[in-house]
């Protein structure tokens, strides 16, 4: 069964220090998405992306978030500067096309301290 | 804004039993809608796909979509403990997916 590869598992940050978090997507996949999950709250999308451009954002994704796909099989979320809030499990997800379902990676657990 | 909502639960049924889970969302423009199952402190898994209106089974699960009332919904037959999970109600209109806030089912032994 092919699978979402993501790592870290767990991160361990200081408010003001820079983050990248790490997905490997399905190699048939187009789409590819990162979302949240703060403890005990909905899973929140946080940007969208397909033929190598942001294809949408949400108000969370402000100017301390960024996206880069910088090999064709490599798909990172940067997070420039985080803060406490930004405390919470980061998913990548990716699918075949539009109306498809997601398959998720198993996640990265970002603690900022 | 696009909203899924769903009860938070806990659902609470005794092993065996029949788990009906419900959401209900406001784009009438969505086209598919998806189950997820999650496990506490993991990610969520797709467990059923729905694109049209009626019923979809595929093993112990039944999904069931109509449109008009926006309603879509989740059967579990047989419930085991191992259904015990956050069930994550999922729509698209071919954008991003929205997800509801889960409804948490506890199957009692």
């Known amino acids: 069964e092919p699978e979402v590869t993501q790592t870290p598992s767990h991160q361990v940050t200081q408010m003001g220090q820079e983050v990248i978090l790490r997905c490997v997507p399905i190699s048939n996949h187009l789409y590819f998405y990162w979302y949240r999950q703060i403890l005990g709250q909905k899973v929140e999308f946080l940007v969208s992306?397909?033929?190598?451009?942001?294809?949408?954002k949400s108000e969370i994704f402000d100017d301390q978030f960024s996206v880069e796909r910088p090999d064709g099989s490599n798909f990172t979320l940067k997070i420039r500067s985080t803060k406490l809030e930004d405390s919470a499990m980061y998913f990548c997800?990716?699918?075949?096309?539009?109306?498809?379902?997601?398959?998720f990676g198993s996640g990265t657990r970002l603690t900022v301290v | 804004q696009k909203e899924v909502e769903q009860n938070s639960g806990p659902l609470s049924v005794p092993e065996g039993a029949i788990a009906s889970l419900n959401c209900t969302y406001s784009d009438r423009g969505s086209q598919s809608f998806f189950w997820y199952r999650q496990y506490s402190g993991k990610s969520p898994e797709l467990i059923m796909s729905i694109y049209s209106n009626g019923d979809k089974e595929d093993g112990r699960f039944t999904a069931q979509l109509n449109k008009a009332s926006q309603y879509v919904s989740l059967l579990i037959r047989d419930s085991q403990p191992s259904d015990s999970a956050t069930y994550l109600c999922?729509?698209?209109?071919?954008?991003?997916?929205?997800f509801g806030i889960g409804t948490k089912l506890q199957v009692i032994p």
């Open positions: 997800a990716s699918r075949t096309g539009p109306g498809a379902g997601y398959t």
């Open positions: 992306f397909y033929n190598n451009e942001i294809s949408e």
């Open positions: 999922a729509v698209t209109g071919y954008q991003k997916v929205t």
